[in-house]
C-alpha cells in the first residue's frame, strides 16, 4: 500500500527533480549496485554503511551523497504538499533550531526563508554540485578534487536538515501516509552513514537526538 501511496504523490507533483543516475558499466555503477543488494539483504545498516574492501572512499561518498539526495528528495516530495508558507514561514526544527539559507550566488548572507523557500534552493544547489564534473567527476581515472569531502559534508549538513524539518513539524503527515518505515529507515542508513565516516559536525545532529527512537 505505502509503494502505491508514493507512487501516487510522485506522480502529481510535476515539479519533481529527474533523478541523477549512475551510468551503467561505471565503476560508480557497480558499487552503487552492491550498496543496494546489501541494503536489500536485510543486513545490519552499521554494516551496510562500511566501506567495502579495496574500493575508493570518495568514490563510495559519492555513490552515497547522490542516493541520499535522491531518496531525501523523494520523501520531501511527498511531504511538500504538507509544507507550505504558511504552514512553515521559516526553514526550522523545532523552536530552537532557525535554519539561514546562505550560497555562493544570489544569498551571500546567512538569509530566513521560508521552508518550502529553503528546500527549493538546498535542492537546486546539490544537484548543481552533484552535476558539476569538476566536483563529482564522473569519467575513470579523473581524481575528485581537493575539496570533495569538504563539499560532501556541506552537502550531507544540509540534507540532514530536512530530517529535522519533516521529523519536527511534518511527523503526523509522514503516519497518516503510512510513509513512517520508509522515511525511519532512510534515515537510520544516512545518519550510520554520516557517523561511519565523521561527515557531519555533532552539533548539527542535536535537533533530533532528544527525538524518541
Not at 509544507?83 to 521559516?90: D, H
Not at 530530517?163 to 503526523?172: A, K, L, Q
Amino acid at each position: 500500500a505505502m509503494a502505491l501511496c508514493l507512487k501516487q504523490v510522485f506522480n502529481k507533483d510535476k515539479t519533481f527533480r529527474p533523478r541523477k543516475k549512475f551510468e551503467p558499466g561505471t565503476q560508480r555503477f557497480e558499487l552503487y549496485k552492491k550498496a543496494q543488494a546489501s541494503l536489500k539483504s536485510g543486513l545490519d545498516l552499521k554494516a551496510v554503511v562500511q566501506l567495502p574492501p579495496g574500493e575508493s572512499i570518495n568514490d563510495w561518498i559519492a555513490v552515497h551523497v547522490v542516493d541520499f539526495f535522491n531518496r531525501i528528495n523523494l520523501i520531501y516530495g511527498t511531504m511538500s504538499e504538507f509544507c507550505t508558507e504558511k504552514s512553515c514561514p521559516i526553514m526550522s526544527g523545532g523552536l530552537k533550531y532557525e535554519y539561514r539559507w546562505q550560497d555562493d550566488s544570489k544569498y551571500k548572507k546567512p538569509t530566513k526563508l521560508s521552508a518550502p523557500q529553503y528546500m527549493c534552493m538546498l535542492m537546486d544547489w546539490i544537484e548543481m554540485l552533484i552535476n558539476n564534473e569538476d566536483i563529482f567527476p564522473t569519467r575513470i581515472g579523473v581524481p575528485f578534487p581537493k575539496q570533495f569531502q569538504q563539499v560532501c559534508t556541506k552537502i550531507l549538513t544540509r540534507l540532514f536538515r530536512v530530517f529535522v524539518h519533516v521529523y519536527i513539524h511534518h511527523f503526523d503527515s509522514i503516519i497518516n501516509m503510512g510513509a513512517e518505515a520508509h522515511v525511519n529507515t532512510c534515515y537510520k542508513h544516512f545518519y550510520y552513514f554520516i557517523r561511519e565516516f565523521s561527515l557531519v559536525d555533532h552539533r548539527e545532529l542535536e535537533p533530533l537526538v532528544r527525538m524518541p527512537q
